[in-house]
Every structure is written in C-alpha cells, then in structure tokens.
C-alpha cells in the first residue's frame, strides 16, 4: 500500500534546537510578526487579529501538528507525530489525510497557511511557548472555523491565557510523573472518538487532577475511575473526566489528557480515539459536543398550583404516562388537598376515604383537564405503622393501541372493597375507556382484569408501577404488603405480628412465598374481551404443587421485592428495568445483616431477586422463626433459600436469588464485604468498601427511571440527544445527596448482576432543590424525546404547592459542522 506523503519541519534534534531557541528569544522577528514568546504572570488577551478564511472543504484533510515547548522535548513528542500520521492509512481518512509537523510558532501569524489546515493538533509541553501575536492568530483560526485537538501537556500550554484555558476546558493541578494503569469510563457510544471503544478501557497513562472539574460546561465523553489507580492530591472524585470537546468560539475544539507516555501511541485503541477525534475536528465527521452541557437544557414546571382547597392541576403525584400524540397522563394516589379530612377511625364507614385522581395535561393547549377520580382506600395518612397506609391510585399505563381504543389501565385500592372487620382491602388492576377528544375517563367501562387481596391493618409498601412490553404483555409491581417495623430495620421476616391472623411484619407471606402475588412483578396478557390471560415463560406456570401441598400464583413473573414503585420496560430489547425500596436499617449488623439498600436490577428472564433473604449482590440476613423471633438463627443460603415461615403457604424451596446491578445504602453505593468460606460478607463497617462510589448518601426511595432511545426520525426540537440513547435512568425520591443519573451498562453482563460501566449526573439537568424538582416522583420520555417529571411536592399523604409536572427539554441545537460544512470525499 503506497503511504500517503507528510510533511514534518525538521528532525527531532532540530525541533528541539528551535524550541529552544525560541525559549531564548532569538527566533527571528520577520518569523514571527512580533517579540519572541516570554512568561507573563498575568493574564493576557490577543493584541492582533489575523484575517483568516474558513478552513479548506474538498475531499482532502490537512493537519498542522504543533510540538514547540518551554523545555527539552520528550520522546512522547515523536511517537505522538508517528501516530497521527499513521491515521491517514485506515479508516474514513486513508487516502486523503496529510500532516504538517512544526515547532515554529511563527506559523500562527501566517494567515494564508493557517487558512490551509483542516485542524490544529497541540503536542506541546507544558508552558508560555505563544506570544501574544501568535496566540491571536491561533484564536483567529479557531474563529473562522478551525479544529483543534489538544493531547495531554496541551492542557499546561500558555498558562496566563483566559482564551487558551476556555479551549482546552480545564487545567490540572501539576505534572504527574508516575505512569499508573487505570480503568478508563467510556460513557460517550456515538462520538467517532469513543464509539468503538471498549466501555470499560484498561490502559496506562500519567493521570491528571484538574483545579476545576470541567464536566457540565464541556461534554466529557470519557472518565478515568479513580478507584483503579492512586489519584494522589488534589483527585477530583468520581467525576473525574478525561477526554472532552466542545464547540468554542466558532470552532471546534477536543481535549483528551491521555496521551502522556510514548508507549500510548502504539495503542490501538488510542490511535482510534485520536482518529475519532480528528474525524470531528477537521469536519470529516459531525459529532454531538453539547449533549452533557447542563446549559443547554431547559427544566419547566407546566403544571400550576392546584386552586385553595382544590386538586385542579395536580393530586398526590403518584405516577405517570406519555402517550403517542404528547399527551401525559399522570394520576394522584389519594391524599386530599392539604387541610382536607383524615379518617382513621375504623369504626368511621369512611374511614381512609380518598379520590385518586387522573389528570391530562396536553402540550399544544398548555391546558390540565382533571380526567376523572375514583373512590380509593388510600386516605389514610401520617401516624405510626399501625395507622397510615400507603394504598390508593398506585399505577397507570395505556394500551398499545390507545391511539384508537382509549383504554387506560389502572392499579388500585377500591374503597368499595373494604373489609373493615379484618382490615382486608381488595388490589386490583382494571382497564377504563377515555374519551380523547374530552380527556374524559368513563368511570363505567371497568374491565377488571386481576384482584388480590392485601393487609391493610399495618403500612406499607404498594408498588404501584406498570408497563407494557413489545408483546403486549401487561407488567404490574406490587409491593410487599410489610410493617417496617418489627424487624429492627433489617430483613421484614418477624413472624409474630398479626391481626386475625393474617401476618403484616413477615415478608415470607409475601415477597418470598411463591402463592402470593405482593412483593412481585406480575406479568398478564390482556384480552380484548377486558379478561387477561397467562403468558408463556413467567416464574411459575401455577399448577405446581409441592412441599406440604405448596403451590404457585401463574402470574409471577419477579418475586422477591420489596417496594417496587416504578418499572420500566425498553421496547427494543424487552429488558424489564426496576426500583425497589430498601429496609430502615441505617448500619449493618454482624448480626442481622446489611443495612436498607435501595436496589435497581435490570431482568431479562423471570426470578427470584431475594426479598427478605438476600439483598445487594447476594448479601445474606439472618434467619428468624418461632418460637423467639428475637434470636437470630442461620443465615440464609442465596444460591438456595428456603421459606421456613409459618406465614407460608406457597414453595419452601425458592428459585436461587438474582443479584441486583445497583444497590446502596447511607454509607454509599454498592456496598460489600469480605466474605467468609461460606460466602456470609462480615457486614463489619470498617472492612467495607463501595463498587458504586458515584452513588453518595442515604438511601430514601429508589425510583426507577426510562431507558432512553433516540429516535433519528424525529423533527422534535426538544429531544434529548442520541448521547443519552441506551442509558438507563435511575433516581432517588428525595433530593440531597441521592442518586439522579443515566447509566450504561454492558450488554454481556446485564443479566448477571454486572455493574453499571459508567454514570452521568443528572442533578443540574434535572434540578434539585428548592425551585426545582425536589422529590422526584416519576420520570419519563415523551415521543418527542423530551422528559416529563413528577415532582411529589413536600408534604407526605397529600398534594402541596409545590406538587408539579415539569417537562426538561434539549436546547443545545443540532451536531457540528452542519452537514454543508461537511468535507465530503469525491464520489468514487
């Protein structure tokens, strides 16, 4: 293969020489269009502007390779030239990619060459090595549409340069001498640097710390993880970016502080990020450089404050759904406005008493329409575990064909199905018809399609979520029907607590017992008719009957968890993605156990996720039974637990436990623990380390989010970039130090536990705090691609004025260059 021709400025001793030289100050003015370069402690601007044209179209790509430093040059500069000019040998540059190598910063005043290149690669040390002439010319070029690419040193060149710095993004804290291996994060599968990258990245490098972490204010499409290697002083944590671009100042500009040892440029990984990179900086490739830029999103509240008295706008958020044509509807689980009444009385008929309220909101009106309300059990409020419930309007979904049938499934709790003697309430799942001309809902057209009973004697744990997946098939998540109490915060097994009969402090009655449907995700198909019926494949087929006569609920498709409020399905691939809430333990116990993790798990098959046996990845509780639940007996097996309960009435022998892919507790994410020949984690506090240490503070209430997918077709102006397609939203309901991120995970590992390859915050694109989205709710995308949010407000069993539908939309505009400013290669 004939290799195309470069064009390099001098030997490696001659470039030395001139770097030198211009240290000295006695390169030649008539070079240079001004004084030689000298150190200015002050921050400077550019005195001059050159008058540049736009940088060359054609089919062919021309770069100018910059390696003049303030001191002796290192060998990484040779290695550096070697692998950029090996670029233009393979891939969408063979063929047509030349490379000028200089350390002669005269050319920066040269307009006429400056116009000739296609992108300014910087391969310099670190230093003041531009006068103020010449760093004008390089801002002039930038200006008129230039490319630049920064490897490394770049980020300590021209140290008292505002400009300089806002091109690169970031400077770092010193020089690290020391080459450490280290996982690097590739969070970024679009860009042409990043896409066939693996997404978890081993390799060797000398490792910045940056004095300011650019991230938000420049679209990182890679993280070196801090955790696999010695950051030394001044580390930046679990965002600690090293690879970023930007569009700046009328050009384009790629940062990657890789690239600090010889050795990384024989890489062939790292060739094809630096390939990637000049794919975009040259304006081979358009590529998307704004995408994780907070500025670039807007967060709007589109729902009012409910009328004094009234729940106009908004009931007790509680969930919500997108349909086709923008439309949201989103419902109110059953607290009253506040101030309105509270009966707790169970001699009171009306005791617990709500409306759950559906409203719709419409994009092209801006106007809310209160859709109907059913009659719950779901009013029943504050107070202790022995008075408040957490029944009501729990979940809502709409038909794959709502588009022409209007049907609108909903979960929850009727009133009408009281048994006020034994404190029995009646679940169910039903399909109601809206008018979608009126956003009317006809309350008469119920079709039930499941019911189960549930203990409504004690709190807690509803569930409520539901999603359809590509087959039709019908997910519902039902929580554990458990006291919180009673079980010192760990493992809910207490199997002493009841009211006439019927256990409310054991979740072996429900989430572990095979013959229940609580503490599950069911899965049904429904019928035309308003019938379900039983797909193939779930947990269970319901005829099975075993130890003492046990048996099975068809319907189960997940069993054990615990408080599963929201599920999502991606449609693509049918993965069910959940959240479930943790136990109150705020510690583990040597004793009992792990302390509450809050859990997300994303499923690909039916199975048994462990609830209250096993959390985490595989951590095991302790086992408690009669006659003294206080004494705590065996741990339990992951691989094969068994329900010994006398609440039991389903399998004693389980499906072995799932562990799940995200977990946290108050002390961090994914906690874990060395593990004894048994496999029992110590649960001892100082010996614990954290998987997961982007996931900071106490666990509250895991809200599972959307898997985002992009959709190319769309003309929307409001959608979120294609970035964020395949990243799986988790958050937290409440605000502080909790989780609000999109993850990745890895296909190949998914299904197995495998831990999230890499995660973006969220907390400054979907705001938290006070004005913002405090207590997220529900979260999900719209076909348009833009994001409605479910802000619960701030009181607890009922809507306030901060109760709100909020819509976050994408405002940062299309890739670059534009497709006209594409350099396109001839027709062959």
Known sequence: MQRTPHHRSGSPRSRRATAAALVAGTMAASLLGGTAATADPSPRTASTTLSIAS?????????????????????????????????????????????????????????????????????????????????AGLESYVKAGGGFLGLHEAARTEPYSDWFTGLIGARPTGAPSTVQRATVEVGDRVHPATKSLPQEWKRSDKWFNWSQNPSGSVH????????????????????????????????????????????????????????????????????????????????????????????DQIGEPHGLVTAPDGRVLYIGRGGGAGGAPVITDWDDPDIGKGLGQIHVYDPRTKAVTLAGALTVFGNKGGGGELVKVEEGLLGIELDPAFTSNGWVYLHYTP?????????????????????????????????????????????????????????????????????????????????VPAYKGVSFADARRTSGNTNNLNGKILRIHPEQDGTATLPEGNLFTGKEQAEGGGKTRGEIYVMGVRNPSRISI????????????????????????????????????????????????????????????????????????????????????????????????????????????????????????????WLKGGGQAAMDGPLYRYDPNSNSADKWPEYWDGKWFIGDFYDADNPRHAVLMDPKTL????????????????????????????????????????????????????????RVTFKGGAPTPAAKDLVRKAAQ
Not at 62 to 74: D, G, N, P, Y
């Open 55 to 135: 940088p060359p179209g054609g089919e062919n790509v021309k770069v100018l390779v910059f390696h003049a430093s303030a001191s002796e040059e290192s060998p990484v500069v040779d290695a550096g030239i070697e692998a950029i000019e090996s670029i233009g040998l393979t891939g969408p540059l063979a063929g047509r990619f030349t490379t000028e190598a200089t350390a002669n910063p005269a050319v920066f005043t040269n307009a006429s060459r400056l116009s000739g290149y296609n992108a300014i690669v910087f391969l310099t040390g670190g230093g003041d090595v531009l006068d103020p002439a010449q760093e």
């Open 220 to 311: 990182t499409v890679a993280r070196v993880r801090e955790t696999t290697y010695k950051p030394g002083t001044g580390a930046n944590g679990v965002d600690h970016p090293v690879s970023w671009c930007r569009d700046y100042d009328g050009g384009r500009s790629f940062y990657t502080a890789m690239g600090g040892t010889a050795d990384s440029y024989a890489e062939t990984d790292f060739r094809a990020h630096l390939r990637g990179a000049l794919q975009w900086t040259t304006r081979v490739s358009a590529a998307d450089c704004k995408a994780t830029i907070d500025a670039n999103y807007r967060a709007e509240r589109v729902t009012q404050p409910n009328q004094p008295g009234q729940q």
């Open 415 to 495: 009133h009408t199905g009281l048994d006020r003697d034994k404190r029995i309430a009646e679940r169910r799942v039903s399909r109601f018809t809206l008018n979608r001309t009126t956003n009317r809902l006809d309350l008469t057209s119920e079709k039930v399609l499941l019911k189960w009973p549930v203990q409504v004697h004690s709190c807690c744990h509803s569930g409520g979520g539901m999603a359809f997946d590509s087959k039709g098939n019908l997910y519902i998540a039902t929580g554990d029907n458990n006291s919180s109490q009673f079980s010192d915060g760990y493992s809910g097994n207490n199997p």
């Open 570 to 693: 991606d449609k693509q691939t049918d993965t069910l993605y959940a959240g479930w809430v943790g136990p109150d333990a705020g510690s583990p116990s040597t004793t009992w156990g792990p302390a509450k993790y809050e859990s997300f798990a994303a499923i690909t098959k039916p199975g048994n996720f462990g609830w209250p046996f096993c959390m985490g990845n595989n951590q095991p509780y302790r086992d408690r039974n009669l006659p003294d639940p206080t004494r705590p007996l065996g741990w339990y097996d992951c691989a094969a637990p068994k329900n010994e309960s006398p609440n039991n009435n389903g399998l004693v022998n389980l499906p072995p436990v799932t562990p799940t892919n995200i977990w946290y507790s108050p002390q961090g994410g994914g906690p874990d623990f060395p593990r004894d020949a048994n496999g029992v984690p110590s649960y001892r506090a100082d010996q614990g380390t954290f998987l997961l240490p």
């Open 751 to 806: 299904a197995k536990g495998g831990l999230p390859t890499s995660a973006d915050t969220l907390k400054r694109i979907i705001p938290v705090g006070q004005g913002g989205i405090r207590n997220l709710m529900d979260w999900k995308f719209a076909p348009d691609g833009s994001l409605y949010v479910l802000d619960y407000g701030r009181g607890f069993f009922n809507s306030d004025s901060q109760s709100a539908l909020w």
